[in-house]
T-cell receptor, first 114, second 115 residues
């Protein structure tokens, strides 16, 4: 079965420290990978995507993600966390062979303490 | 408008009633998605429209759920004979092909409460 997993329900980081939010996927074929963020009482916003090319992708708000094909992972990272980064983060995968299926992970709640 | 809009923002209905949720995608976006998000949970894919192609309905949880997209723009998600387990936030997203590679733009959602 094709799926995407976010193994951590919650990640807690001190402000100024680096953060990582993990995502692994299981799909056949070449995936398109995405990260979205959901701030409290706001809609989901696109952060970044990997389609092809450089495995390190840079996105909005200083976030970046690294595509690792051998480990089937697409972890979200930021060198220095801000309190304002506290939100719910979703990893998603679109199957290259499918026009429609975009599968979302269960989400990881990121909490940055001052 | 500049983004995806959804109406109503909140809907409270009695068990057994029918409800209609509306989504206005970004102008020119050919793809439209409906998702369901239960409290604090991930997104559950419901249905996908792409241009004039037959929609992908594989995510609809039961035959009480249906959706239409008129004129390739506005979409309506209908839930018949609502049940308490239908309570959730219903999210709509649109995207275009080409260089954007299916990056989705989400609406603010409709919070449905079935009492």
């Amino acid at each position: 079965a094709q799926s995407v997993a976010q193994p951590e329900d919650q990640v807690n980081v001190a402000e100024g420290n680096p953060l990582t939010v993990k995502c692994t996927y299981s799909v056949s074929g070449n995936p398109y990978l995405f990260w979205y963020v959901q701030y409290p009482n706001r809609g989901l916003q696109f952060l970044l995507k990997y389609i092809t090319g450089d495995n390190l992708v840079k996105g909005s708000y200083g976030f970046e993600a690294e595509f690792n094909k051998s480990q089937t992972s697409f972890h979200l990272k930021k060198p220095s966390a801000l309190v304002s980064d506290s939100a719910l983060y979703f990893c998603a995968v679109r199957l290259y062979s499918s026009a429609s299926k975009i599968i979302f992970g269960s989400g990881t709640r990121l909490s940055i303490r001052p | 408008g500049a983004g995806v809009s959804q109406s109503p923002s909140n809907k409270v209905t009695e068990k057994g009633k029918d409800v209609e949720l509306r989504c206005d995608p970004i102008s020119g976006h050919t793809a439209l998605y409906w998702y369901r998000q239960s409290l604090g949970q991930g997104l559950e894919f419901l249905i996908y429209f792409q241009g004039n192609s037959a929609p992908d309905k594989s995510g609809l949880p039961s035959d009480r759920f249906s959706a239409e997209r008129t004129g390739g723009s506005v979409s309506t998600l209908t839930i018949q004979r609502t049940q308490q387990e239908d309570s959730a936030v219903y999210l709509c997203a649109s995207s275009s092909g080409g260089d954007s590679h299916y990056e989705q733009y989400f609406g603010p959602g409709t919070r449905l409460t079935v009492t």
